[in-house]
């Protein structure tokens, strides 16, 4: 390899039914990983106000975000719960130039991420149900309306694969946090020192 090359990094696609707990196990590893410039958490782009709390995000308008994707800004977006997500197309740049980047995905647009990236990595994050539905009504950032509507999704199952991680987050979060972030090391070494 000469000076000049720089080998791909990877792409972390974090899914799993609402509640069980992807952005506080991504949030447990950005914190692990806090010094590591290499590994970068995406901050999605949604139509959700700055302020609903949660995941930090970019809040844009349906009009912001009708441009943004007319205008070629996003490597993949989705629509799921009356909100539209989308993922910067610079993430395309910085994996392909050795970042490993970790989203917080779609189980629908997994097909989609793969055609943007090609090789990805997916952690499937769960819970138990009776877990969820608890978690979901103490975050308190849907109504009990939406909280059920996002309880009852019917989405595909994503959940086997030889791209497909388990990461069980019904108990402790420190055990599904270790877990992620002992798979995103694993990616981060073998993207560096590929067979
Ligand atoms: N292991 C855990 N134990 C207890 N509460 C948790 C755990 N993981 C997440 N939570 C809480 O459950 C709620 C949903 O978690 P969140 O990370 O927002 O899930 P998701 O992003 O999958 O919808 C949040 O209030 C969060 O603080
Ligand atoms: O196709 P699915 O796998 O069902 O995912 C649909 C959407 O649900 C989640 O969004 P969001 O973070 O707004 O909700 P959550 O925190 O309640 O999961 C997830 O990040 C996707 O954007």
Same mark, same amino acid.
């Given at each position: 390899?000469s ?13 799993g039914?609402? =509640?069980? =707990?992807k952005?506080?196990?991504? =949030?447990?590893?950005?914190?692990h990983f ?7 958490f995406?901050?999605r782009?949604?139509t959700?106000?700055? +302020?609903?709390?949660? %995941?930090?995000?970019?809040?844009v308008?349906?009009? %912001?975000?009708?441009?943004?994707e ?47 990236f ?9 819970a138990?149900?009776?877990?969820l ?11 009990? %309306? ?6 009852s999704?019917?989405?595909? +199952?994503v ?11 019904? =108990?402790?979060? %420190?055990?599904?946090?270790?877990h ?10 073998k ?5």
């Open positions: 390899m000076t000049f090359e720089t080998r791909r990094g990877a792409l972390v696609v974090v899914v039914p609402s =509640g069980a =707990g952005d506080s196990v991504m =949030g447990f590893a950005a914190r806090s010094d590591c410039a290499d590994i970068h995406v901050r782009v949604i959700r106000p700055s +302020d609903a709390g949660g %995941e930090v995000h970019e809040s308008s349906i009009a %912001e975000f009708a441009d943004m007319q205008a070629g800004a996003f490597a993949v977006s989705w629509d799921a719960h009356g909100l539209k997500y989308g993922i910067p197309e610079d993430v395309r740049r910085n994996v392909e130039s050795g970042t490993t980047a970790i989203v917080n995905g779609s189980r629908s647009a997994l097909p989609a991420f793969r055609a943007a090609g090789d990805i990595a997916i952690a499937v994050i769960t138990e149900p009776t877990v539905a608890k978690r979901l009504a103490e975050r308190g950032r849907e109504s009990e %309306e939406d909280v059920l509507r996002r309880l999704r019917q989405v595909p +199952d959940t086997t694969g030889p791209d497909v991680t388990l990461i069980d987050n019904s =108990g402790r979060l %420190e055990i599904a946090g270790r992620f972030v002992d798979l995103v090391e694993h990616l981060r070494m993207a560096a020192h590929p067979a």
